[in-house]
């Protein structure tokens, strides 16, 4: 699994997968994390361990303090999620969400008129037996949805328009 990772707004690359991790930046090795209560965690960093205290914080976010120190805002996200809910909203004007592959169409998540956040789910294609969602590619509201559940898309097809 990769994930886009931000800590106290600094990012980083992070994969992980069977009991390994490799941060892009240059450390990797093996990695064990066990919930021990509620929020708190053991994390095992090769021959390291740590105690981390984990709070929800703002959205999507967390507030983390590891080994009882000072408390640092976590924020993660897949990388494979191409918005940056944090970037500012850099595109103008209407941005249409296209099928990145053909596949059939199991549901669409908001109507015309609705007002989406960056990041938020729209519609959901399958293609290869996979289900995935799209999300919007900004804040704005949705000017028009192109496509209907059950229906097989093209790739590339335009799906709905952001504005």
């Known amino acids: ?8 707004g600094e990012p980083y690359s992070l994969e992980l997968g069977d009991g390994e991790f490799r941060v892009h930046e240059g450390d990797s090795g093996a990695i064990s994390v066990v919930e021990a209560m509620p929020g708190v965690f053991s994390v095992l960093v090769g021959d390291r361990s740590f105690r981390v205290h984990v709070a929800p914080g703002t959205g999507a976010d967390f507030e983390v303090w590891p080994n009882a120190g000072e ?3 976590i924020s993660l996200t897949d990388a494979r999620d191409r918005s940056n809910r944090h970037a500012k909203n850099s595109t103008n004007g209407p941005v249409e969400v296209r099928a990145q592959m053909p596949g059939k169409v199991i549901k669409v998540l908001v109507a015309p008129g609705a007002v989406v956040e960056a990041g938020q789910g729209l519609i959901v294609v399958e293609a290869m037996k996979m289900q995935n969602e799209m999300k919007a590619p900004k804040d704005g509201k949705i000017a028009r949805v192109h496509a209907k559940e059950g229906t097989t898309v093209a790739a590339g097809e335009p799906l709905m328009v952001v504005e």
């Open 1 to 8: 699994m990769k994930l886009r990772v931000e800590v106290d």
């Open 71 to 73: 408390s640092r805002a």
